[in-house]
């Protein structure tokens, strides 16, 4: 499975972004998927993830009220809204995709089988 995210940019303090992320090489079945951010020193954190049925989501508390992730399975793709931006979301935001774990698993490890390349989301006045 490949993993393409895109829509990352600049913007202002309080601005908004919306990241896409499209999945290819294999029917969109995976059971989680989600969105990481990492910045330089520092390790790959969570951000946002849903189920496939997507009623079901978890957010990081930092995100939590301003970003909303969702999903599209007919055109294998998952998204991130994220909005009222801060400086401290700069990063380089990941996304990823899990075909194997269960959701309460999924809230232990946090982890993902497949990753695509990152998108730059800058956010500086």
């Known amino acids: 499975v490949q993993l393409q995210a895109f829509g990352g940019g600049r913007v202002q303090p309080g601005g908004s972004l919306r990241l896409s992320c499209a999945a290819s090489?294999?029917?969109?079945?995976?059971?989680?998927m989600g969105w990481f951010r990492q910045t330089p020193g520092k390790e790959r954190e969570f951000v946002a993830a849903?189920?496939?049925?997507?009623?079901?989501?978890r957010y990081a508390d930092s995100v939590k009220g301003r970003f909303t992730i969702s999903r599209d399975n007919a055109n294998n793709s998952v998204y991130l809204e994220m909005h009222s931006l801060k400086e401290e979301d700069t990063a380089l935001y990941y996304c990823?995709?899990?075909?194997?774990?269960?959701?309460?698993?999924?809230?232990?490890?946090?982890?993902?089988?497949?990753w695509g390349k990152g998108t730059l989301v800058t956010v500086s006045s």
């Open positions: 990823g995709a899990n075909s194997h774990s269960s959701w309460y698993n999924f809230l232990i490890y946090y982890s993902m089988d497949y």
């Open positions: 090489g294999r029917t969109f079945n995976d059971n989680i």
């Open positions: 849903m189920h496939r049925s997507g009623g079901i989501t």
